[in-house]
């Protein structure tokens, strides 16, 4: 079973930077597509960007411009750098791998607290 930690939240000022990691248990990056999702209070998770296994990345309009999804396999770790981020962006944001073939092995990490506020 894959096994996803996210770190790097917390509070930043709006305009502010802060870059997420989402360290996974094993070698994953050659079979499974990774995501960023995010929850606000009374909001519905949105995904955020994804990157599949060749490298393909996507956004959403929210954060197109703002964030970038990346990886290092070498530490097997993904990445969210979040720029010029603003007070809307405040949610839970949550990491996702998603076998690229076996599409129901999908797992979710545990969610860091990202707080965009003066």
């Known amino acids: 079973q894959v096994q996803l930690v996210e770190s790097g939240g917390g509070l930043v000022q709006p305009g502010g930077s802060l870059r997420l990691s989402c360290a996974a248990s094993g070698s994953i990056f050659s079979n499974y597509a990774m995501s960023w999702y995010r929850q606000a209070p009374g909001k519905q998770r949105e995904l955020v960007a994804g990157l599949t296994t060749f490298g393909s990345t996507n956004y959403a309009d929210s954060v197109k411009g703002r964030f970038t999804i990346s990886r290092d396999n070498a530490k097997n770790t993904v990445y969210l750098q979040m720029n010029s981020l603003k007070p809307e962006d405040t949610a839970v944001y949550i990491c996702?791998?998603?076998?690229?073939?076996?599409?129901?092995?999908?797992?979710w990490g545990q969610g860091t607290q990202v707080t965009v506020s003066s």
């Open positions: 996702n791998a998603q076998h690229r073939v076996w599409k129901h092995m999908t797992y």
